[in-house]
């Protein structure tokens, strides 16, 4: 685990196991409209393909956010990244997401894609800092929990 601190919050940044997954499924319940399982997490984590990583608190080691990436050849496509409402805007997300990138490199990626939804300009804003460029959108592409459909942004982050 890597510790980081965040705005007066101390948290770590560590690869994902079967200890996190229950906690995960409730984080991402809370988060997105259509949930993933505690079975779906499971899943994933038992893939080779896949790089999980978790943020935990610094007290009780509560996951506090998450992110999954598969990786296939040389492309990577991060599938999730959630983070816990108290625990936004401290850097959370931008670790999870830095160190996927790192990981990603290392196991030989060079184009990594993404989806997420149109309306989530905080991801949106995050992911361009890290030189994601929009390549596409699908239209009516999530579900939102009032009902309404919603685009996906198609982004992709070449890298060296």
Known sequence: MIPFFGKKQRYSI?????????????LHA???ASAWSEAEFESMLLDPKTIADCAT????????GFMISRIIGDEGEILMLAVSERWRRVGVGRALLRQQIEAAAA?????LFL?????????VVLYSKFGFRQIGRRNAYYAASDGMRLAALTMKLELP
Do not use: L, T, Y
């Open 115 to 123: 989806e997420v939804a149109e309306n989530n300009s905080p991801a």
């Open 57 to 64: 608190d610094g007290k009780g080691g509560a996951v506090v």
């Open 107 to 111: 196991a030989g990626v060079r184009s």
């Open 14 to 26: 560590g690869r994902m196991n079967v200890v996190h997954v229950r906690q995960c499924a409730i």
């Open 30 to 32: 809370s988060a997105f």
